[in-house]
């Protein structure tokens, strides 16, 4: 309930992230941890911004049903070109969708600690499965880099919150390869 009180804050924080990640490189990237890289094969399709929520749900642990911890849901986040321009979004599957009806699954390859703290891990992801005809059709891996946010809360959730829906506000890059031919 508190995370509601930072609406506003949320908003120019997303502002100011945009308005940064338009500018952004690939070559602004910090060092890539060798288990994230890709194959020599693959060459750039799409670089893409995203910002949105991480969704986390209170449930009890799979170890210790008498234990509860926020558990990652799902993704919610709209992809940005480099000029700012609302291009898809990013959902549960992990899925990632284009306006021009191309759709890309993926399944989780490798993943890295970010450089932030208080960031949700960079992944590079294979996929797994593909629809449309539009740019993410040949889509073979996707890295997520460049993290901002999403953690899952720090507040412990108890019996009486299971159930409970926490969203926590979260800005990322991604890099969508497909194998060159």
Not at 104 to 123: C, F, Q, T
Not at 130 to 141: A, F, I, R, V, W
């Amino acid at each position: 309930m508190k995370r509601l009180l930072v609406i506003p804050m949320m908003l120019v924080s997303i502002a100011i992230f945009v308005t940064g990640c338009v500018n952004m490189k690939a070559e602004a990237t910090p060092i890539m941890p060798e288990n994230l890289r890709i194959q020599d094969t693959e060459v750039l399709s799409l670089e893409t911004n995203a910002i949105g929520v991480q969704i986390y749900e209170c449930s009890s642990s799979k170890d210790d049903l008498t234990r509860f911890e926020w558990k990652f849901k799902a993704p919610e986040a709209d992809l940005f070109d480099r000029a700012g321009n609302k291009i898809g979004r990013h959902y549960a599957g992990p899925t990632w969708e284009l306006d021009d009806g191309s759709k890309v699954v993926g399944e989780l390859k490798a993943r890295a600690n970010s450089p932030d703290v208080g960031a949700i891990p960079w992944l590079l992801l294979n996929v797994k499965s593909t629809s449309g005809t539009g740019l993410l059709s040949q889509t073979k891996s996707i890295q997520r880099l460049n993290t901002v946010g999403g953690i899952a809360p720090p507040e412990v959730c108890n019996p009486a919150q299971a159930g409970e829906v926490m969203r926590d506000w979260v800005a990322y890059y991604y890099v969508i390869q497909y194998l060159s031919t």
